[in-house]
């Protein structure tokens, strides 16, 4: 029989239907030929390109720069000219809009073309990591945006064109519904329990020792255990904080180890799988709140989300995170 | 500057970023090659391979059958053994999970392997719905199935894999948070302004005729205000009803009306693009309630869902739906 679990953080439940599970090796995706060139003439990310992309926000590395910072070429939403709160909403008859005010940066990972965030050394990573933090804490000072995320598309499924290494960050003028949610989820378990449920779950997972995947001083990684799907990863902190602009740099430098870990993992063992990542945090107007706790969740794109999970929010996973924790804990780099 | 709307139904915020917009012929997909045979040997939901399929729990047409109704090979859920509440609830260390009781059938729509939802012929189109209700009505009686959804998934990219037309249907023993939320939604609409948000959506649209795709004397299709795609359509009964189970046989030649040719009309623009289609209805317990109001979602899957819409819950959608409307409704049938 399968089995139905809940996300203790949301509520959420997921339905395990084992009879269904593959192999790490039945996962493998046709992959487009990667252009395996440092250098790509027309790629805008690349080194000796930077005229192709709009005015740099950011640069870390000088004068020969590691990391540059730019506003998306096609943004989603327009800078705010403001930074006290402007946006003005509209009724149409009867619905509500507002002004599409907000950021759409690109986070170039690197100058080199073919570069990989699972190959690269890890003072590169730490100042992805690095560049991630500034500009959420630049931007946080904007009233205008409510709610900021970052993420990351690796591959074609996961929704990217562009092959340089890259992340992206959204600024948004409102806090969307899935999120307030979820902060509101953890304030009643908070309510309830006297504590944040993200703390709890770090302990009990320490305890229970099954799902982990990586483990260091300052954060764990592990597979949670109502995963929305195969090999989905958690990587939470262990220190309680709401907000990731609380991090600061000894967090930034143990949040590039543990990341950089799991995902050479999830290369190793799945064949550079296609994946989003995204930083979930609470709302930086939430920071120092005693019941929301930032994480990154990883979501290799192995699966496809079809007519019953966009009409319920629900999902069918196939293999158990038990199962996902000990095919990537025995993950050796090879 | 882009736009956010705002879905008057369920709260939620699309972003339209509108620099970006395709016409019609941009979306035209790869496409695996179809099985473009009445018969294939080893498929099993053609007519002469019944014995390839569990044993069937509906037939329409004798002795020549049109639609089959069988229990999914491959279920996610266990039927049930009995009728009246039984699933039982686990508590292991922290977390909470719950036996994978429900159903999941496959609703076989044609005996035809290359037939096609938007080349049917209307009576077939009929039998199709007239199932789906029949299901929906047998399976609301057993206290088990708190919520059934029944879904179409064609093509690859909206994760179907057999080629042969069906559609399934998925009987959960609880009612999700996402669903729960849009139920929330609809009540407190009704508790302010004491009527069902979808019939004043109704109203408005056909006030405004700017969205309106099709329409019949019971049924409407419109491109939604804050559509989370391009080409998502919405289909609805003009007439109040929260629960899939009270559309009656009038209204079930209706929907099979409506819904083909919404179809047609994105096959034609779109050249035949892979989509998902769900019935969205209250739970059976609600049947009666006067809040919510039962309705087909077509979601064309043209575009992926990357790491902003994973982590925040929120579309950036790239065309308007006003757009949608003014070419489906401009589409005539090849």
């Given at each position: 029989m399968s089995i139905i679990r809940q996300?203790?953080?949301?509520?959420d439940w997921t339905i395990f239907a084992l009879e269904r599970a593959k192999r790490p090796?039945?996962?493998?995706q046709e992959k487009k030929?990667?252009?395996?060139?440092?250098?790509?003439?027309?790629?805008?990310?690349?080194?000796?390109?930077?005229?192709?992309?709009?005015?740099?926000r950011l640069v870390i590395g000088?004068?020969?720069?590691?990391v540059r910072v730019v506003p998306n070429k096609f943004a989603a939403l327009t800078t705010s000219k403001q930074t006290s709160y402007s946006v003005q909403r509209h009724k149409t008859g009867l619905y509500l809009s507002m002004d599409g005010i907000g950021e759409h940066e690109v986070l170039?990972?690197?100058?080199?073309?073919?570069?990989h965030l699972a190959t690269m050394d890890q003072a590169e990573m730490e100042k992805v990591i690095q560049a991630y933090q500034q500009r959420f804490s630049v931007l946080s000072?904007?009233?205008?945006?409510?709610l900021i995320i970052i993420f990351r598309n690796h591959g074609s499924r996961a929704g990217?064109?562009?092959?340089?290494p890259h992340s992206q960050l959204i600024a948004t003028p409102f806090v969307p519904g899935y999120i307030r949610n979820r902060l509101q989820e953890a304030q009643r378990y908070f309510d309830d329990m006297g504590c944040c449920v993200y703390c709890d779950m770090i302990e009990y997972e320490i305890q229970a020792n099954?799902?982990?995947?990586e483990q260091t001083q300052d954060f764990i990684a592990f597979a949670p255990?109502?995963?929305?799907?195969?090999y989905n990863i958690m990587v939470l902190p262990k220190?309680?904080?709401?907000?990731?602009?609380?991090?600061?740099d000894d967090l930034q430098r143990g949040l590039a180890t543990i990341l950089k870990k799991c995902l050479i993992k999830l290369h190793d063992a799945l064949m550079d799988p296609d994946y989003n990542y995204v930083i979930d945090s609470a709302p930086v107007d939430k920071?120092?709140?005693?019941h929301y706790h930032w994480h990154v969740e990883i979501l290799p794109r192995l699966t496809t989300r079809a007519g019953f999970e966009l009409g319920s929010g629900m999902y069918i996973n196939t293999i158990l995170p038990e199962e996902c924790a000990r095919i990537l804990s025995n993950t050796q780099k090879s």
């Amino acid at each position: 029989m399968s089995i139905i679990r809940q996300d203790i953080a949301t509520r959420d439940w997921t339905i395990f239907a084992l009879e269904r599970a593959k192999r790490p090796q039945d996962y493998k995706q046709e992959k487009k030929i990667r252009n395996n060139q440092a250098y790509v003439e027309d790629c805008p990310f690349c080194k000796g390109n930077e005229h192709m992309t709009p005015e740099q926000r950011l640069v870390i590395g000088d004068p020969d720069w590691k990391v540059r910072v730019v506003p998306n070429k096609f943004a989603a939403l327009t800078t705010s000219k403001q930074t006290s709160y402007s946006v003005q909403r509209h009724k149409t008859g009867l619905y509500l809009s507002m002004d599409g005010i907000g950021e759409h940066e690109v986070l170039i990972e690197s100058p080199v073309h073919n570069q990989h965030l699972a190959t690269m050394d890890q003072a590169e990573m730490e100042k992805v990591i690095q560049a991630y933090q500034q500009r959420f804490s630049v931007l946080s000072k904007n009233e205008n945006y409510q709610l900021i995320i970052i993420f990351r598309n690796h591959g074609s499924r996961a929704g990217t064109s562009l092959e340089h290494p890259h992340s992206q960050l959204i600024a948004t003028p409102f806090v969307p519904g899935y999120i307030r949610n979820r902060l509101q989820e953890a304030q009643r378990y908070f309510d309830d329990m006297g504590c944040c449920v993200y703390c709890d779950m770090i302990e009990y997972e320490i305890q229970a020792n099954k799902r982990i995947i990586e483990q260091t001083q300052d954060f764990i990684a592990f597979a949670p255990y109502a995963s929305v799907s195969p090999y989905n990863i958690m990587v939470l902190p262990k220190r309680h904080q709401s907000c990731f602009i609380q991090a600061g740099d000894d967090l930034q430098r143990g949040l590039a180890t543990i990341l950089k870990k799991c995902l050479i993992k999830l290369h190793d063992a799945l064949m550079d799988p296609d994946y989003n990542y995204v930083i979930d945090s609470a709302p930086v107007d939430k920071a120092g709140e005693k019941h929301y706790h930032w994480h990154v969740e990883i979501l290799p794109r192995l699966t496809t989300r079809a007519g019953f999970e966009l009409g319920s929010g629900m999902y069918i996973n196939t293999i158990l995170p038990e199962e996902c924790a000990r095919i990537l804990s025995n993950t050796q780099k090879s």
